[in-house]
Every structure is written in C-alpha cells, then in structure tokens.
C-alpha cells in the first residue's frame, strides 16, 4: 500500500489534529519544528510557523507537543526543522530527547549528508540533485528518501511537478529504499498521480490550512486523498 504522510506545524492543538489526520488515512506524521527563518517554506507554512512562535513553541515544547501526539497514534513521527534548532538545542540531545518522546526519525532540511552523522535522518533530494548526489543520499538516509518534486519552496500548486517523474526514474536505478515525494501536492488528484510514481506521498501547505477549520474538516481531507491514492494504486 502506498504511504500517505501528513504535514503539521507544533502547537497546542496539533496532537488532536494528528490524530484525525490518522483517523483519515495517514501512515506518517511529520511535525514541523517551527523556525524564525525556515527558507524551504512558501507562504502556508511560514505563517504557521510564525503563529507557533508567537504561542512559545520552542523546541522543548515542540518535543512536549510530539509526546502528546504520540500518545494518540501509532504511526512514524518524524519531527521536520532546520539545522540551526539542532545547533542550538544540541545535535545529540535534540536525537535523544525526540527519541524519548516516540520520534521515529528526523528531517533536517538544510543539514547535508556529510555533517553530524550521529543524527538519523531522513534525507532529501531534489530535481537538481546529482546522480551521485542522490546515491550518497540514499546510502545514508533513516528509512526513506524524501523527493523534493519541484525546484521551489513548499506550497499548494495547480498541478503535479512534471520534473517528479524524471527524478522517481533517476532514483529508483540507484537505490532500492522507499521513496516518498512532497512539495507542491495538494488534491485527490495530485496525490493520486504521485502514488503511481512514488511510494509515499508528502501533503504539508493544504493540509495546514485545512486543518485552520478544526479535526473534523482535516479527518474529511485525509480521507479524501487516502481514497484517491487506494483507488489509483490498490493494495
């Protein structure tokens, strides 16, 4: 079955929404680790991230919030933040501490493969990604490589990125891990399209403004694009 992973940003309300997200159909939880300056983000994610920091969502109560989200699902959390929170709170501690509160793994956006080791994580390329590029990538990342689909930042788009499928083609001649794309996914129809390319599929901006209208419109959005990638891609 193809893996659906939801995209939420920490704050007080975030554990009730991943649990409806996974009520809806989610395999995956990725918790963002709200940033002053995150540079992958468009618009969506960069205003959420700003509300969460005006609301005191510093890492400890990022880590506090993913505890309280594990304690409702049993899916992989993966907790998404940029290298400057990790260099603050401690490359290590931040791993352990993640860890205790039921993290699966990491995602470091702007961290390269070659700096601190010791953190496990999920690693990302892009369209623009070398061939080798990609095979270091795919030799060192935590349980899945995530397919940037789209030279851009994150964001609601009107259609699929037509680079997708070129990088799906590079990447499977060089790895065997799962691949997962995001950026730029947003509809049924999007997320049907990259389950018949990839084996998971990244929602993060739509999924945010949907769930601004509580659990229930978020749970109804899940279920939406679950039923979608079943019906385009069945068990």
């Not at 699966?104 to 690693?123: C, K």
Request: some cysteine; overall charge negative; glycine content about 8%.
């Amino acid at each position: 079955m193809k893996k659906l992973a939801i995209y939420l940003v920490c704050e007080p309300e975030t554990p009730e929404l991943a649990e409806a997200a996974v009520d809806g159909g989610a395999d995956l939880i990725e918790l963002g680790f709200p940033f002053s300056d995150p540079l992958a983000e468009g618009p969506t994610i960069r205003l959420a991230s700003e509300r969460a920091l005006a609301r005191g969502m510093r890492t400890r109560q990022c880590i506090d919030c993913l505890g309280a989200v594990r304690a409702r699902v049993d899916v992989p959390i993966v907790p998404m933040t940029y290298a400057a929170i990790l260099e603050a709170y401690g490359y290590e501690r931040f791993v352990a501490d993640t860890r205790a509160a039921g993290a699966s793994s990491a995602i470091v956006v702007d961290l390269p493969v070659e700096d601190h080791p010791e953190v496990p994580r999920v690693q990302l390329v892009a369209p623009t990604s070398t061939d080798e590029r990609i095979a270091t990538c795919a030799a060192a990342t935590d349980g899945w490589l995530y397919l940037v689909s789209l030279t851009g930042t994150t964001g609601a788009r009107g259609e699929v990125s037509p680079a997708l499928a070129g990088l799906v083609e590079r990447t499977r001649a060089l790895t065997d891990v799962p691949l997962y794309a995001g950026f730029g996914i947003s509809t049924p129809e999007h997320a049907a399209t990259v389950a018949e390319l990839a084996d998971g599929v990244v929602v993060g901006s739509r999924a945010i403004q949907v769930a601004e209208d509580g659990p229930a419109a978020l749970r109804d959005y899940v279920r939406g694009l679950r039923e979608a990638i079943d019906a385009a891609v069945p068990a």
